[in-house]
């Protein structure tokens, strides 16, 4: 079977899971903001009400994604509207505001390091660090893969743990690769949809032309690429 034939079964029904937490968030971003400045969206999230947070976030994300892309400089307003984002994100007190100011900061690149969304890696709702997960994928700095390890290591939510693991594909390195072999390779009766992520994830970081059945083939690469480099380095 050809690697691009095998699709996780969880991928799908994750997209619409997802967007039907967002729905009712993304669609007030078809309304229109023409003329309006972030400042006017920060005075109507003032209200506290859900629905009014979820637009001017909705509208300040539009805003200033097109800026970023247009190599525009923030002002005064922009700064202070993505100190608002960050709050919400660490403090609102809905935690759909929250997801949805994680995946406004997820979209921008240039007003923060990847540290940030450490913190929204704990968030409790689920969506929440989904979306922070996200993001650190999008920026693809391999200093995070520690950090998304340890949260590897607690997750019990199915989505978020199958996004850490196509984040760790992306981001790559050796203790990447590493759990990534460890997670394809746990001997199940039938296979998960971690391992099959785990196996495109490998696929694409290692190159190797290997099909899904071919385990004992993935678990010699295992060996040689890990348990010959520990040999060498505990001789030397």
Known sequence: ??????????????????????????????????????????????????????????????????????GEEFTEGDLQAIAYLKGVASKGLNRLNRAEAIACLGQLTTQYSDDLFVEYLGDDFWLARLEAVEAIQRLGSQKMVGPLLNVLAEEEQTEVRLELIKSLGVLGGDMATKTLFETFLVPLNRQSDEQLHAFLALKDLTGLEYQISERRKWQEAYEKRFHNKEAGGSGS
Not at 46 to 56: H, N, Q, T
Request: glycine letters at 6%; one cysteine or more.
């Open 1 to 70: 079977m050809d690697h691009h034939q095998v699709r996780p079964p969880r991928a799908g029904r994750l997209k619409i899971r997802k967007t039907l937490y967002l729905l009712p968030l993304l669609a007030l971003g078809f309304l229109s903001s023409c003329g309006r400045t972030v400042n006017d969206f920060l005075q109507e999230a003032a209200s506290g009400v859900r629905e009014d947070i979820s637009y001017a976030i909705s509208e300040i994300q539009a805003i200033l994604v097109a800026k970023e892309r247009a």
